[in-house]
């Protein structure tokens, strides 16, 4: 039985693998994670990818908005533009898959730099604005834009290649969407404990108390903002290339309110939280679909009220957890932990 | 008859509209320090209870205005004590995402209990349109403008005047003071809300009134956004100014920019104006500019 916390040196307390144990389940969640597709349906395969695109978008606004404390309501506009790169770098100019991911995050975050610009004289309230003001402009662009963008008809997206083999099932493109899941986790991990993750936290706790400590923040905040919107930016291309289509439909404020809704209802600063909320968000409307094809078969003509069933169950979550648990499902699974852990001595 | 002046003049209209939109935001501002971005919902709501009451129960028009204003004091006192109270003294995002979430709720029960068809409002004004000899406005843009100048100055009068209304300002001005001078901070909170719903409910009939309710109408007051950072977030006057500014200029957009990019850029004109406002003068034309010190 553990009862304590004993490190001795810094480099232990450093560690991302604390312990064994972690280690071992760790393994086991990666073992589980690699035999899916060959125990799962394809529905299960596909919710697994949109969790997958979820978990790195929503790493991506938890960096920005949980740990730098820069709120953005429009991310949604960010994972459209790295969507719309992939898509156009790929049908157009003949790039392949694999060369868009990256350029699809850069130009998202160079966007997102742009946007990140008021950020320096404004905050709070004014940039949360600025960032919505992004959002709607951006969708403009998307729906305007025709020669670039194709307007509300969209662009199709081929699949993704290596040599002659092609990714078109859910099961294929499970192996892609696990990589960058692993990857994208993996370095918000490391990120968090490096100099500019401290620099990061310290801007959120205090910003006046983090430059007079010598932290830059027109560099900081900035590259918040770049690491936050690259991550958009990959997340919107897997998820497009996933659905074969891009239209500016994929991209609503809406968007941005359930990638709000993911890190607050995981919690916010906590990359494990992240991962939580992208489950939690994206399996609510699923199950909502079941209990809307249950209820169809028992009382016929009533499924409509499921639509906006959805809005609102959303809508309920955001604000009971802001009320009741406001650091998200991740403070309750280390309670939980903890408790199991002390048990049965919980003092 | 001139085009330009016409455009110009609709847009003075649908400016003191906004005008309106724009005092119930800051009017919830100023006292509570809370942004609320469910105020397009309160809107969306106001004009759906008063077209119920008028279409289903056959209520006469001024009847059913007094009732939604009673629905929204109801409603602003609701959300401030079971939604915003207990985060008194949390983070500002937390305030954010809460107003967003009762957005969202709001959006999705008004659309369980209306359903998204498109509905035209029943005719509350005298249909002639109000000839002006060098330009036409239509007579619910006319009679909305009317309304909306009437609640704005009756707002105006109360701040002003009332002994509600100093206790309102003191405790914009600073909380400490005016509950050690025995106004209850509490009562000034709720009073805030009602007001603020008053605002936008009045907003939402209005606007229903000349474009037809929907669901989806509740935008708008996502765009009002634009008019209260131009005119400043805590500025009653430059809520009133700024929707005038914003008003004209839309509608100057909508005549001058979206022949050239295929429509559409009336509507995000204002988010433009908005970004410009922040790059230049981020705390509007009056509003109080934020001094830290260490």
Redesign the interface.
């Known amino acids: 039985m553990r009862c304590g916390d004993f490190k001795e040196t810094y480099i232990k307390d450093e560690e991302i693998f604390q312990s064994l144990f972690v280690k071992f389940w760790l393994a086991l969640l990666f073992l589980f994670l690699l035999l899916l597709p060959f125990i799962g349906n394809v529905y299960m395969l596909y919710i697994a990818n949109m969790i997958g695109f979820a978990v790195i978008g929503a790493i991506g606004l938890n960096l920005l908005?949980g740990f730098t404390?820069q709120?953005s309501?429009g991310h949604a506009a960010f994972v459209g533009i790295g969507a719309y790169t992939s898509a156009i770098l790929t049908t157009r100019l003949g790039f392949s898959f694999w060369l868009s991911i990256p350029f699809a995050g850069l130009v998202a975050a160079l966007a997102g730099m742009v946007i990140g610009?008021?950020s320096l004289?404004?905050k709070?309230?004014?940039l949360?604005?600025?960032t919505?003001?992004?959002q709607?402009?951006f969708?403009?662009i998307f729906?305007?834009w025709?020669s670039m963008t194709h307007g509300i008809t969209g662009i199709h997206v081929p699949p993704p290649k290596i040599g002659d083999f092609e990714f078109t099932t859910e099961k294929d493109f499970y192996w892609i969407t696990l990589f960058f899941v692993v990857l994208g986790v993996g370095y918000a991990r490391n990120l968090i404990r490096s100099r500019m993750g401290r620099a990061f936290i310290a801007i959120r706790d205090r910003d006046?108390?983090a430059e007079?400590i010598g932290i830059n923040l027109f560099k900081y905040k900035l590259s918040s903002f770049a690491i936050s919107s690259f991550y958009a930016g990959v997340a919107g291309a897997l998820w497009v290339t996933f659905l074969k289509v891009v239209t500016p439909d994929h991209f609503p404020f809406?968007l941005s309110?359930q990638y709000?809704?993911m890190i607050?209802v995981g919690g916010?600063g906590s990359i494990l939280g992240s991962i939580f909320g992208a489950i939690f968000i994206t399996l609510t409307p699923e199950l909502l679909n079941y209990l809307s094809e249950i209820i169809k078969s028992y009382i016929p003509g009533h499924e409509?009220?499921f639509?906006?069933?959805?809005?609102?169950?959303?809508?309920?979550?955001?604000?009971f957890f802001?009320?009741f648990e406001?650091r998200g499902l991740a403070e309750i699974w280390n309670r939980i932990k903890a408790f199991f852990r002390l048990w049965p001595f919980s003092y | 008859m001139d085009i330009l002046l016409q455009v110009i003049v609709s847009g003075l209209a649908t400016g003191g509209l906004y005008g309106l939109i724009a005092l119930g935001f800051v009017l919830i501002y100023k006292a509570t320090s809370v942004?609320n971005l469910a105020m397009g919902e309160f809107m969306t709501l106001g004009a759906f209870v008063c077209f119920t009451l008028l279409t289903q129960f056959n209520i006469p028009f001024p009847l059913a205005l007094l009732l939604t204003l009673v629905a929204a004091v109801i409603l602003g006192v609701l959300v401030e004590r079971l939604?915003l109270r207990?985060?008194i003294g949390?983070p500002?995002?937390?305030v954010?995402?809460?107003t967003?979430?009762?957005?969202?709720?709001?959006?999705?029960?008004i659309?369980?209990v209306w359903?998204p068809t498109f509905r035209n409002f029943p005719e509350i004004f005298p249909p002639e349109p109000l000839d002006l000899s060098f330009a036409i406005v239509p007579s619910g843009l006319w009679w909305g403008f009317v309304l909306a100048v009437i609640g704005t100055l009756i707002f105006l009068a109360i701040f002003k005047f009332s002994r509600t209304g100093v206790a309102m300002r003191a405790v914009a001005s600073d909380q400490q003071a005016a509950l050690s001078m025995g106004i209850s901070v509490r009562w000034v909170f709720a009073l805030a809300w009602c007001f603020g719903a008053m605002a936008s409910v009045i907003g939402g009939i209005v606007i229903g009134n000349i474009s037809g309710i929907s669901v989806y109408m509740g935008d708008i007051g996502?765009k009002v956004?634009?008019v209260i950072?131009l005119g400043g977030?805590d500025s009653i006057g430059g809520a009133i100014l700024g929707g005038f500014i914003i008003g004209v200029l839309e509608n100057l957009t909508g005549l001058y920019i979206d022949p050239l990019?295929?429509?559409?850029?009336k509507?995000?004109a204002s988010?433009?104006i908005?970004?410009l406002i922040?790059?230049i003068r981020?705390y509007g034309l009056f509003g109080k500019e934020l001094i830290?010190r260490?």
Not at chain 2, 100 to 109: C, D, P, Q, S, T
């Open positions: 908005t404390g709120i309501l610009i008021p004289r404004v709070g309230l004014y949360c604005i600025a919505l003001a992004a709607f402009i969708e403009f729906i305007h025709e006046l108390s007079i809406f309110i709000l809704a607050i916010l409509e009220i639509v906006p069933m959805k809005e609102v169950i959303f809508g309920l979550l955001i604000v802001l009320i406001p | 942004l939604i207990p985060l949390e500002i995002i937390s954010i995402m809460v967003i979430g009762l957005g969202v709720i709001l959006k999705g029960l659309y369980m359903t996502l956004l634009a950072i977030l990019v295929g429509g559409g850029a509507d995000v988010f433009f908005l970004v922040l790059m981020p830290e260490v």
